[in-house]
C-alpha cells in the first residue's frame, strides 16, 4: 500500500472497510462507510438524540407529540378521533362576495368591478355608466 494513513476504517465490526471518503455520524461520533452511515444501518445506540420526527395531523395541520416507543400512526388516528380541531365547514369558504350596489340586483361577482364615475361596486353586468343610472360625474361618457 503506497500511501497508508489515508483513509478510515468503517467502526461496523462486520464490515471494517478502509474508506477514503469516511463518514462522521452525527449522532455516535464513530466513523462509517457509505453503507453503513444511516443510523438503522450500524444500529447506532445515539440515534434518539437526532431522529426526531414529529408528524402532523393531515386534517388540522397541527404537529403531534409522539413519546419514544410509540407509533406515529397510532397517535395521530388518537388525535383525528378525540382532539382534532379540523372543521370542514371553515374549509368552504364563500367566492362571490362582492354584491352589485344597483338596488334591483342582486348579483355576487367574485372580483369587485367599480365604476370610474361614481365609485360603486357593480356586477359584470350593471358595470357600464349607463347600465346602472350613474349619478357620477356628469361628462360625456365617451370622446366621440
Not at 437526532?50 to 388516528?77: A, F, H, M, R, S
Request: aromatic share 6%; glycine share 4%.
Amino acid at each position: 500500500m503506497e500511501l497508508p494513513w489515508l483513509g478510515q476504517h468503517c467502526s461496523e465490526r462486520s464490515c471494517r472497510q478502509l474508506d477514503f471518503l469516511p463518514l462522521k455520524c452525527d449522532a455516535c461520533g464513530e466513523v462509517f462507510c457509505k453503507d453503513h452511515i444511516r443510523y438503522d444501518d450500524h444500529k447506532c445506540s445515539s440515534a434518539y438524540k437526532k431522529n426526531v420526527q414529529v408528524p402532523v395531523c393531515p386534517l388540522c395541520n397541527t404537529p403531534i407529540p409522539v413519546q419514544k416507543g410509540e407509533i406515529p400512526d397510532i397517535v395521530v388516528g388518537a388525535h383525528i378521533d378525540t382532539d382534532c380541531k379540523y372543521n370542514p365547514a371553515q374549509q368552504k369558504q364563500k367566492i362571490f362576495t362582492n354584491k352589485c350596489t344597483k338596488p334591483s340586483c342582486k348579483r355576487k361577482e367574485m372580483m369587485k368591478v367599480f365604476c370610474e364615475q361614481c365609485g360603486g361596486s357593480f356586477c359584470i353586468k350593471h358595470r357600464h355608466p349607463l347600465d346602472h343610472e350613474c349619478k357620477g360625474s356628469r361628462q360625456p361618457l365617451s370622446k366621440a
